[in-house]
C-alpha cells in the first residue's frame, strides 16, 4: 500500500516530468537541424551574366562558363541559368554547350545540366563537318572532358542524321557514342 501511494504521489509525476524534458530536448534538437537545414537553402552569393574560364598549367585556355545566373551554396551544388560552356583543344574552341539550366558540384568536377540542351563542334577539318546535338539532361565529367546523357538525343551532321537513346561524347578526342536505338539517314556530302 506505501508503494502504491508513494507511485501516486512521486513516481507518476516524476515519468511526467522525465518524459516532458525527453520531449523538449528532443524538439530543441529537431528545430536545431531543421535551422541548420533552412541556412543551407540559401546561396552564399549569387552573380548575374557571368564568365569564369579555366586555364592548364602552361596558361592555355581550356574551358569557359557563362550564365545568367550563378548562385553559390557554400556545400551543395552550384545553380546555373542558362549556362554556356565553351571546350577548347590547344587553345582553340572545340565544342560549344548551351542549356536551360545546370548544376556544378562543389568540386567543380561535374556539371548537370538540364533541360533542352544542345552541343555543337565547328568543323575540325574539310573532311570533319559541324556536328549539332540535341537532347537533355547532359552530365558532363570536367576533367575527364566527357558529356553524357541517358535520354533521346539527335545529332546533325550536314545532310546526315543520327538518333538514338543515350550519348557518349568525348569533348577532347570528337568521339560520338550512340548507346541505344540508334537510327541514321546519311546522304552523299557534295
Known sequence: ???????????????????????????????????????????????????????????????LL????????????????????VFYQNAQPLWYVLAESGQISPD??????????????????????????HTTEVHILVPEQIAETAAPTHIFNGKNTSSGVGMKVGLQTHLIELRSHVRGHYAPQP
Do not use: C
Request: proline fraction near 6%; avoid cysteine.
Open 1 to 63: 500500500m506505501f508503494a502504491q501511494r508513494w507511485l501516486l504521489l512521486w513516481g507518476l509525476p516524476l515519468l511526467g516530468v522525465a518524459l516532458l524534458t525527453t520531449w523538449l530536448v528532443w524538439d530543441i534538437g529537431g528545430k536545431s537541424d531543421r535551422r541548420k537545414k533552412s541556412e543551407v537553402a540559401f546561396p552564399d552569393y549569387t552573380l548575374k551574366d557571368f564568365v569564369s574560364v579555366r586555364m592548364n598549367e602552361q596558361g592555355q585556355l581550356v574551358a
Open 66 to 85: 557563362q550564365a545568367s545566373t550563378m548562385q553559390h551554396y557554400p556545400e551543395i551544388n552550384t545553380k546555373l541559368t542558362r549556362p554556356y560552356l
Open 108 to 133: 567543380q568536377s561535374q556539371i548537370w545540366l538540364n533541360g533542352k540542351t544542345y552541343l555543337w563542334r565547328s568543323a575540325v577539318s574539310p573532311e570533319q563537318l559541324p556536328i549539332e546535338v
